[in-house]
Structure formats: structure tokens, C-alpha cells
């Protein structure tokens, strides 16, 4: 479920590392940082985890410009609606992302963002 992934991959990672024998308060830590990994929940990164976490997820959509592409047009859209679709989401990960990361991804982005249009 796209509108609360972030929850329920939460409650699945703690089933998991429940099972596992990890103690409580690692528990809670793993859950806040899937919890606080998603850009469009304004949730508060606190911790340096926290914030590589959110990092790698806002990361691996630049890596997965063509999946983002196909996947819209298999909906069915039209060229210029997947294009902004694209558009949008590569800049709004990269809006998410801590400074430092931005930094060494900016190459990377500002050559995606030069072949969308």
C-alpha cells in the first residue's frame, strides 16, 4: 500500500526482528527509521540512521529513472504525463535529501533532470 508503506514496513520489520531475538530498543530504532524514510511524511529526522536511511530511499529513485518511466506508461499514461510524473518525483527525492548527500548526487540529477523535459 503506497499511502502507509512506511507503517506497515515498520510493523513487518518488527515481526521479523522480533523473531530474530534483536532487543526492543534496537527494534524501535530500525521501525523509527523505516517510519521517518519517506519524503512526503514530514516526520522529523533525528538521528544520523534516520537520515541515511531517508537518504538511500530518495538515492535509489535516480538510479530508477527508466523503471519510474516504464511503470507509468504501462498505466497507460501518455508521454508528457509520465514525464512529469518523473520529473516530480526525482525532484522531489532530491528536495529531500541532507545537504551532503545532495552534493554528491548533484551530477547525477542535474543530468536526469537535463533529459526530462
Known amino acids: 500500500n503506497r499511502d502507509n508503506h512506511h ?3 515498520a510493523e513487518l520489520a518488527e515481526g521479523f526482528l522480533a ?3 534483536f532487543e526492543q530498543e534496537f527494534i524501535d530504532k530500525v521501525k ?3 517510519i521517518n524514510h519517506r519524503g512526503s511524511v514530514l516526520n522529523e529526522k533525528l538521528s544520523i540512521e534516520e537520515v541515511c536511511v531517508a537518504d538511500a530511499d530518495a ?3 535516480l538510479d530508477s529513472v527508466v523503471e519510474l518511466i516504464c511503470w507509468r506508461a504501462y ?3 501518455d508521454i ?3 514525464n512529469d ?3 516530480n518525483k526525482i525532484k522531489k527525492s532530491y528536495a529531500k535529501m541532507s545537504k551532503d ?3 554528491l548526487v548533484k551530477e547525477k540529477y542535474d543530468s536526469i533532470m537535463s533529459v526530462l523535459f
Do not use: N, P
Request: net charge negative.
Open 19 to 21: 523473531e530474530d531475538g
Open 32 to 34: 523509527k527509521c523505516i
Open 85 to 87: 510524473f518523473v520529473k
Open 59 to 61: 538515492m535509489s529513485h
Open 80 to 82: 508528457m504525463t509520465v
Open 7 to 9: 507503517i506497515l514496513g
Open 101 to 103: 548527500t545532495q552534493a
Open 75 to 77: 498505466l497507460g499514461e
